[in-house]
């Protein structure tokens, strides 16, 4: 059987390690364990200045990982004092790799910062700074950890059929959708926050606000290698997923 191959977006960050201090692709190691886990192969995809065309044609779906808050400028806003760490270089190039992959009409999974990036391209547009609209900061309860929210997902949907009705989900973010041309809502915090939304002209072209990489249920990721529709071997982890030790927003 040959699995499938899972494109995930990456960072590119100054880090230390071993003996060097130096800019660095990067990704939280859960991303590729759960891609692993659902039978799939993972690649890495830092960010650059061109090839997103070739690149797309080489897997068989495209997950735009959590990161950074996306430039204001995308949708036409101005700068809230807590919008911070833009990465223009990786806003355009997952743009990019989210028009070759509706080009190649290969699934797609947003996460986090992945689901706002694929709304902003659709025409729509953030809240800047959640807390504002919802009074709390239960989604992002600190630096390098995680809040825990419980979400209900709509009747019909993907989601719903890949993670259920209910379930309480990771998270760490201070900005949210608020408009979304051409997607449907199909999960809700309890606050009303939108945690999922679907675009019913595609087979499989969705994103979810929480963090499914962390954790033991790899629903949408057996949904997304499904719908590549290769044949997939899944694999248990060879080591515990665990919350990390910095900010994944």
Same mark, same amino acid.
């Given at each position: 059987?040959?699995?499938?191959?899972?494109?995930?977006?990456? =960072?590119?960050?100054? !880090?230390?390690?071993?003996?060097?201090?130096?800019?660095? &692709?990067?990704?939280?190691?859960? =991303?590729?364990?759960?891609?692993?886990?659902?039978?799939?192969?993972?690649?890495?995809?830092?960010?650059?200045? *061109?090839?997103? !065309?070739?690149?797309?044609?080489?897997?068989?779906?495209?997950?735009?990982?959590?990161?950074?808050?996306?430039?204001?400028?995308? =949708?036409?806003?101005?700068?809230?004092?807590?919008?911070?760490?833009?990465?223009?270089?990786?806003?355009?190039?997952?743009?990019?790799?989210?028009?070759?992959?509706? !080009?190649?009409?290969?699934?797609?999974?947003?996460?986090?910062?992945?689901?706002?990036?694929?709304?902003?391209?659709?025409?729509?547009?953030?809240?800047?700074?959640?807390?504002? $609209?919802?009074?709390?900061? #239960?989604?992002?309860?600190?630096?390098?950890?995680?809040?825990?929210?419980?979400?209900?997902?709509?009747?019909?949907?993907?989601?719903?059929?890949?993670?259920? @009705? #209910?379930?309480?989900?990771?998270? %760490? %973010?201070?900005? !949210?959708?608020? &408009?979304?041309?051409?997607?449907?809502?199909?999960?809700?915090?309890?606050?009303?926050?939108?945690?999922?939304? #679907?675009?019913? #002209?595609?087979?499989?072209?969705?994103? $979810?606000?929480?963090?499914?990489? =962390?954790? @033991?249920?790899?629903?949408?990721?057996?949904?997304?290698?499904? *719908?590549?529709?290769?044949?997939?071997?899944?694999? *248990?982890?060879?080591?515990?997923?665990?919350?990390?030790?910095?900010?994944?927003?």
């Amino acid at each position: 059987m040959t699995r499938p191959v899972i494109g995930i977006s990456s =960072y590119r960050e100054q !880090a230390r390690f071993g003996a060097w201090d130096t800019t660095t &692709d990067l990704l939280h190691a859960n =991303y590729a364990r759960s891609v692993e886990a659902a039978g799939a192969v993972a690649v890495l995809l830092p960010p650059q200045s *061109a090839g997103a !065309a070739e690149v797309v044609g080489r897997l068989d779906a495209l997950i735009i990982a959590g990161g950074a808050d996306i430039d204001p400028a995308r =949708y036409g806003a101005m700068r809230h004092p807590m919008t911070q760490h833009n990465r223009l270089d990786r806003d355009a190039w997952e743009w990019a790799l989210l028009d070759a992959a509706e !080009a190649a009409r290969i699934p797609v999974l947003g996460i986090c910062r992945g689901m706002q990036l694929m709304a902003v391209r659709a025409g729509g547009r953030l809240e800047q700074h959640l807390p504002d $609209v919802v009074g709390h900061g #239960e989604h992002a309860p600190a630096p390098g950890a995680f809040g825990w929210t419980p979400i209900r997902t709509t009747a019909g949907s993907t989601v719903r059929r890949l993670v259920g @009705d #209910e379930v309480q989900v990771t998270c %760490h %973010h201070h900005q !949210a959708v608020a &408009d979304h041309p051409g997607f449907e809502v199909t999960a809700r915090a309890a606050d009303g926050t939108i945690e999922a939304i #679907e675009d019913p #002209e595609r087979p499989f072209w969705m994103a $979810v606000q929480w963090h499914p990489e =962390y954790g @033991d249920d790899h629903g949408l990721f057996r949904g997304l290698v499904a *719908a590549t529709g290769a044949d997939a071997v899944p694999t *248990a982890l060879t080591e515990s997923v665990a919350p990390p030790t910095a900010a994944c927003r």
